[in-house]
């Protein structure tokens, strides 16, 4: 077991060494690795090779990258201690979110420091869930030697897109994988410096919906008025799904949704986040009410929710006057625990067939589907988490849900047999992942790090054989 002075050692590492990490996050951030469909695989693959360079570089003994046909690649390292001593499995991924329009102050791809925050795609979610598990391990093995246990990262290139080929990767891979805990650094604190760990995770279902009236546009003053207006159609058919308290109004959506645990109720309750707050940490415009009726965190993390992701006709660039000959959207509906992502995206199409109106053409596509996941905080390895983390941010951790999904979790999970999950990340209500002007905290992003030093001595002695 590591002794008090080898943990200080690892932590005055990381202090000498903290910009050269924060360059290796700048140097993941300018590739530009997003998995969706039309853009370009080589920057996966290109991704891919940097993050297995930088492993090799810090500290992993065994660094390969895996491939499933089909798939963006996954890289896998290791750091093997003593057969005897608890191995983790760490998480993290590689792949990104599309940039989105023009609204970024700085170019995506490249990251800038401002106001104490490193800018850029991929800067929060999760190129910085990469490097805090590299950093930690780095400072492990460059102060003291050696890690007080085993680890194993994997670190996943289709993420963003739902996991998609996590079944094919598990059959071809799964015997490589075993581990006592897993800690997945993916998620986000409830507010900037206030460490969190993540017990529950809602699922999702996305799907594509085209409604076509015509062959081709036509000019909307010699055609328009017995023409159908397809985006008009789409528009009611949308507004069909949704009742006016923003409830999901699809006919047995709810039927297996159950009130959120008292547990999570209470702990909740605890959370420094008033409704006024999480307006403010939204960045609400003054008019807009919260919907639900519940404190807005509750609906969040416990209740479903059905989100237009992108609509489109025209565009605001090509907008002409015209009736448009095709309408399109994507929507996706968050799953809480016990809601079945097969049954919801067969509710989800039954609805959207019933709402067509006027006779047009309807055709769906889903594009993934994943359930919802919630543990119990109430093992060892989360006690050493809370204690983990309370060392490195300097304040006690909370306990919180997110409304997100990550496809890995649920599927990993039963692989391995049930092992704690440990859902711990670099994120805040201002990181704006997935949005435009993504972020990432640099003070958070330390005190990360320090925390990933203090849990690997915490987990090795809390899952000791």
Request: proline share 6%; hydrophobic share 45%.
């Amino acid at each position: 077991m590591a002794s008090r002075a080898q943990v200080e050692g690892a932590l005055e590492h990381h202090r000498a060494n903290a910009a050269s990490y924060v360059r290796d996050l700048e140097a993941l951030v300018r590739i530009p690795s997003v998995s969706f469909e039309g853009f370009p695989r080589q920057e996966l693959v290109r991704s891919a090779q940097a993050v297995a360079e930088l492993l090799r570089r810090r500290s992993f003994d065994t660094v390969e990258i895996l491939e499933v046909e089909g798939a963006h690649p996954y890289v896998f390292a290791e750091r093997k201690v003593d057969p005897a001593a608890p191995t983790l499995l760490l998480y993290a991924h590689h792949d990104v979110q599309p940039a989105g329009d023009g609204a970024w102050r700085s170019p995506p791809f490249e990251p800038q420091e401002r106001d104490g925050r490193l800018y850029g795609r991929g800067t929060a979610d999760d190129k910085a869930g990469i490097l805090v598990h590299v950093a930690a391990v780095d400072s492990w093995v460059r102060s003291a030697g050696a890690l007080p246990l085993n680890v194993k990262l994997l670190v996943e290139g289709e993420e963003e897109i739902g996991s998609d080929h996590l079944e094919g990767f598990l059959s071809k891979y799964r015997a490589r994988l075993d581990a006592d805990a897993i800690v997945l650094t993916d998620t986000g604190n409830v507010d900037t410096g206030i460490p969190s760990i993540t017990s529950s995770l809602r699922g999702l279902v996305t799907a594509e919906v085209e409604v076509r009236a015509l062959r081709q546009s036509l000019h909307s003053g010699a055609w328009g008025g017995p023409i159908p207006d397809p985006a008009v159609a789409l528009a009611r058919m949308i507004a069909s799904l949704v009742n006016a308290d923003g409830s999901i109004a699809i006919p047995g959506i709810y039927d297996r949704v159950r009130p959120p645990p008292a547990a999570a109720r209470a702990a909740l309750e605890r959370l420094p986040v008033s409704p006024d707050e999480f307006r403010r940490q939204a960045g609400m415009v003054a008019g807009a009410q919260l919907l639900g009726g519940h404190h807005p965190l509750e609906i969040n993390w416990w209740h479903p929710s059905l989100s237009v992701n992108a609509i489109q006709a025209s565009s605001r660039k090509e907008a002409r006057n015209i009736v448009n000959d095709v309408a399109w959207a994507r929507l996706g509906i968050r799953l809480v625990p016990d809601m079945d992502p097969l049954e919801v995206k067969g509710l989800l199409i039954a609805a959207l067939e019933k709402a067509v109106p006027w006779g047009l053409e309807l055709q769906t596509k889903v594009e993934s589907s994943g359930p919802a996941w919630c543990t119990d905080l109430d093992h060892p390895a989360f006690h050493a988490a809370a204690r983990a983390l309370s060392a490195g941010y300097g304040r006690e951790a909370v306990a919180i849900g997110t409304g997100g999904s990550i496809g890995f979790v649920q599927p990993f999970v039963k692989a391995l047999g049930g092992v704690p999950a440990l859902l711990i990340g670099v994120e805040d209500p201002y990181s704006n992942a997935h949005s435009e002007n993504e972020s990432l905290h640099l003070g958070d992003f330390d005190r990360a790090i320090k925390s990933a030093i203090h849990l690997y001595q915490e987990l090795a002695v809390a899952l000791r054989r």
